[in-house]
């Protein structure tokens, strides 16, 4: 790649370049848990959804030893609430 062209990949910040790679690697993984709620987490559930990879994973609200595995996954998973499942399903 020319060095003019990498400062524009690699400047200060989330470059697109970064975004991308993030939503591609998550969309492909085995398992996904997000960090936070967002549109980036609606996008990749989606994507998922579409690719048939459901195994999503929510950070459990309360530290509690008799938490269950479904406090664990997505909403959108165990409610089939998100437009993917309207869409393709």
Do not use: W
């Not at 936070?36 to 609200?61: C, D, E, H, K, W």
């Not at 938490?67 to 399903?89: E, F, G, T």
């Amino acid at each position: 790649m020319p060095s003019d062209e990498k400062e524009q990949f690699f400047s200060s910040g989330k470059t697109e370049f970064e975004r991308a790679l993030d939503l591609y690697i998550c969309s492909h993984s085995d398992v996904f848990v997000p960090a936070i709620s967002g549109m980036f987490y609606a996008n990749v559930v989606g994507q998922r959804i579409a690719a048939g990879r459901t195994q999503i994973l929510v950070p459990a609200t309360k530290q509690n030893s008799a938490s269950m595995l479904s406090d664990s996954v997505s909403r959108y998973i165990i409610d089939k609430n998100h437009l993917a499942y309207s869409c393709l399903c």
